[in-house]
């Protein structure tokens, strides 16, 4: 059986057949560079569903970052709009959580009253706060660092309480930018299986930006492939390998299926670097 084969694209009627709470409809963005403009993103056309883990997968300067900016509400694109429950979605909003590349806790807070510190913005009780916050103390596996502050706690505890802090505030997506980059091979690892851990026990819709095959493979139900000059979506396919429950990752690895699957994804990404350097 070959990659193409068991790599089945999505159908628009699947996605329409799901709980869609995020739609890009014709997303261009152009930016001016000396005097002249330059197109970043063309005519970006996604669903994003409620239970979805999307990686999305692209050459360096194809319009990944921007493309979650617009989604975040921090970029205006130049044309076509977002919805989130089929409403106009132009600035950042409670309902679009974000995790970067660092973690950017507060540091004179606890990491509870960091995770505390949206709820709190919002206007949430004392007690209220304290129960959201250690629900999720808990289930990213920090509970017993709820006193701790950031520099106590190493690079992936960080990011742990990063992913803590935005799911306290419960948004319909949370966005992700290569969070897990900055972590050596085996806290990544870790890293990942926590966030394939905190999606099961979720549901919610995460869009994953990486660079990292392997990992788009890993954690994604849905793989989306862009290219550049200007950054567009050629290709998105449901991921069809099945996870055990330990989340062997190692031995998902091994199988056949696995790469046939990462060597047709990565053809996929690099034929868009040798058509732009022809």
């Known amino acids: 059986m070959s990659s193409i084969e068991l790599l089945s694209e999505c159908t628009s009627s699947e996605l329409k057949s799901k709980d869609s709470n995020i739609s890009l409809e014709n997303i261009s963005l152009d930016y001016g560079q000396s005097g002249k403009k330059f197109r970043a993103l063309e005519n970006i056309n996604l669903q994003l569903c409620s239970d979805d883990f999307v990686c999305v997968l692209g050459p360096s300067g194809c319009g990944k970052s921007s493309l979650l900016n617009i989604i975040a509400g921090y970029l205006t694109p130049s044309s076509g709009n977002v919805f989130i429950d089929g409403n106009s979605h132009t600035s950042p909003d409670p309902q679009v959580g974000v995790v970067f590349q660092q973690p950017n806790l507060l540091p004179w807070l606890n990491i509870q009253k ?165």
């Open 114 to 278: 960091n995770i505390e510190f949206g709820l709190k913005m919002k206007g949430a009780s004392k007690a209220k706060r304290v129960e959201i916050a250690s629900h999720y103390l808990e289930l990213v596996g920090l509970r017993d660092y709820d006193k701790s502050y950031p520099h106590q706690l190493s690079g992936g505890m960080k990011q742990r309480a990063a992913i803590a802090r935005t799911l306290a505030a419960d948004p319909k997506i949370i966005l992700l930018d290569e969070p897990f980059s900055a972590l050596d091979a085996l806290t990544r690892e870790k890293m990942q299986k926590h966030l394939y851990f905190i999606w099961e026990k979720t549901r919610k819709c995460l869009f994953f930006i990486t660079h990292d095959v392997d990992e788009a493979l890993l954690l994604g139900n849905r793989i989306i492939i862009m290219h550049s000059n200007p950054g567009r979506i050629i290709k998105e396919y449901k991921n069809p390998l099945i996870r055990s429950k330990e989340q062997n990752f190692r031995k998902l690895r091994s199988q056949k299926e696995f790469f046939e699957m990462r060597e047709y994804l990565i053809d996929q990404i690099q034929e868009d670097d040798e058509k732009n350097n022809e």
